[in-house]
């Protein structure tokens, strides 16, 4: 028998949405309302979807459902009105048949397995007459996840991601485009039963105020073959949107400067450190010489400055996250001293000349000083001129070969870290043994020093606390030593007497040196100690 066209409706249950993903009291979720041949979209959550099926004759047709979710060669699910109750999902199956040309399949308690393609077909029409259409069904919403905290705070340079996913299963992946600040990479996988997307970031300051968006929907509405007659070939209704909270960028301190920059200070000056950081930071200046510390973005210049040079140290601080982020810089405050005003006196210049009884005849004549200098007269009444001396400055560098005569001492330092003021080196007192020693010193200025080192031949450790100066262009290194030893010690309740030695003043007598050619230079003997540490 002959029919018309067979018509295949596929619809929710559901009242429409309008497009939007909303739970329905956390059973079926809708994607929108199907109207005539379509891919449906579905969220499985013991929901039921519906799919109409009707014939355009009241009579003699035979409308058969076949599935080919669970079966690639296709498995029937019904004969007219009758369910088969071979197929394993029977009992979730329904055929309703409210009119004669209605043959509608309710889906009970959707699952994700039950997503693949349905067809309706009269097997009494000449020829077969049949439609299809793919159940699309979504496992869950997108699980989307971010490494962004929650207040959106993130760090300048930080790398961050941003990705979702989701399980689905039918014949029609799902898709998702990410949009957001530049700059950002985005990768993508999709396989037959589930799609991932992200997003790659290195924080930049104009990403700040801004978020990331993924939108989940269908972008085509068919297999990538092309299809059968009768298949539907619009596109499943879906549009889920994830927001990444907003970016709230922030850095830690950098790029620290102060400013009015000067070779010579003057007393009431005020010196100001800045940082580029955010959130704005917090600043304490610190007197390396003093270590007297001062609160505040600025600090003035007093008369405890004046006839020195002060290393003085900026440091910024913020805090992002809950935790803290520094940076210093250090510089130099050199104040010169009071220009005292010297009362000066002339002797008479005396010239002889010759009488007619050829006796002297002397006269007096002013001849004023060269006045470009301060002076001083003597007791003998003759000028004495005195150079302006250059004020105190810190050495600057430790790197080299030093020597004190009084006590006799050499001394080979090398700066290993000029920002930490890490140095190393080699060190002899008279003529003993050249041994290693370590310290550290003020970073840039290397003004005050110290370092430790081991005597082996006395069996004592000497530490020695210095400083280092310029002064007229001469350069001198004053450290003061300070040693324990155990050599005498005969028990664990007894220790080793504290020995304070003269200030050594070492001045500099070479460049870098060779600190294995030192320890060449002079022989080592061996020590033998008992178990007490006493030298046999």
């Keep these: 028998m002959k029919s018309a066209t067979t018509v295949l409706n596929l619809y929710f249950a559901l009242h429409c949405l309008c497009g939007e993903i909303a739970p329905t009291d956390g059973k079926v979720q809708t994607f929108g309302t199907a109207s005539g041949p379509r891919n449906v979209g579905w969220y499985a959550a013991g929901g039921s979807v519906t799919l109409t099926c009707s014939s355009d004759t009241t009579s003699g047709h035979r409308i058969v459902w076949t599935e080919y979710a669970t079966n690639p060669n296709g498995a029937q699910i019904s004969d007219n009105t009758n369910v088969l109750p071979g197929h394993p999902n029977a009992a979730r199956y329904q055929i309703v048949h409210d009119t004669a040309t209605q043959y509608d399949l309710v889906i009970q308690e959707v699952a994700l397995f039950d997503g693949g393609m349905y067809r309706c077909e009269d097997l009494n029409a000449a020829p077969t007459d049949s439609v299809q259409a793919e159940l699309i069904v979504l496992e869950s919403f997108p699980n989307c996840s971010t490494t962004i905290g929650s207040n959106g705070i993130v760090m300048e340079d930080q790398l961050h991601f941003v990705e979702c996913s989701v ?6 992946p799902p898709d998702m485009t990410w949009t957001g600040p530049p700059p950002f990479s985005v990768a993508k996988s999709v396989s037959k039963t589930s799609i991932w997307s992200g997003v790659e970031l290195f924080v930049v300051r104009n990403q700040n105020g801004s978020f990331f968006q993924c939108v ?3 972008t085509q509405g068919t297999p990538s073959e092309p299809p059968p007659p009768g298949a539907a070939i619009n596109v499943p209704t879906l549009f889920y949107v994830y927001a990444s909270p907003s970016l709230l960028v922030s850095w830690a301190p950098k790029n620290l400067y102060y400013d009015p920059v000067k070779t010579y200070y003057d007393v009431g000056d005020t010196i100001t450190c800045h940082a580029d950081a955010y959130p704005l930071p917090s600043y304490r200046w610190q007197n390396m010489l ?4 001062i609160n505040g973005q600025s600090f ?5 400055y004046v006839g020195m040079t002060t290393t003085m140290r900026c440091l910024a601080t913020n805090e992002i996250n809950g935790f803290d982020f520094a940076d210093d810089i250090f510089m130099n405050v050199t104040v010169l001293g009071p220009t005292t005003e010297m009362e000066t006196t002339t002797s008479p210049t005396t010239t002889t000349t010759t009488t007619a009884t050829g006796g002297p005849s002397t006269f007096s004549t002013a001849t004023p ?5 301060p002076s001083t007269t003597t007791d003998s009444g003759d000028v004495s001129i005195e150079p302006t001396r250059q004020p105190m400055v810190p050495c600057g560098e430790l790197t080299g070969r030093w020597q004190s005569d009084d006590p006799s001492a050499t001394l080979c330092l090398e700066v290993v870290d000029q920002n930490s003021g ?10 003993q043994t050249f041994v290693d020693i370590v310290g550290r010193a003020t970073p840039v200025t290397f003004d005050l020093v110290g370092w430790s080192g081991l005597w082996p031949d006395d069996a004592f450790v000497s530490s020695y606390a210095g400083e280092c100066h310029s002064c007229d ?4 290194l004053v450290a003061n030593p300070i040693s324990r030893s155990i050599r005498i010690s005969t028990g664990c309740a007894e220790s080793g007497p504290v020995r304070n030695g003269s200030a050594f003043h070492f001045h500099r007598t070479g460049g870098s040196c060779n600190a294995e050619k030192l320890v060449a230079s002079k022989p080592r003997h061996v ?5 007490f540490g006493i030298r046999l």
């Excluded at 399980?167 to 029609?172: E, P, S, V, W």
């Excluded at 003035?300 to 405890?304: G, I, L």
């Design 216 to 218: 989940t929907n269908f």
């Design 369 to 373: 000083p060269d006045s470009s200098f």
């Design 290 to 293: 003093t270590l007297e510390v």
């Design 422 to 431: 890490e140095i190393r080196g080699q060190m002899r007192v008279g003529s």
């Design 527 to 531: 020590s033998h100690y008992n178990k």
């Design 473 to 476: 262009d001469v350069e001198e």
């Design 300 to 304: 003035s210049v007093d008369e405890d």
């Design 167 to 172: 399980n689905f299963q039918g014949n029609i």
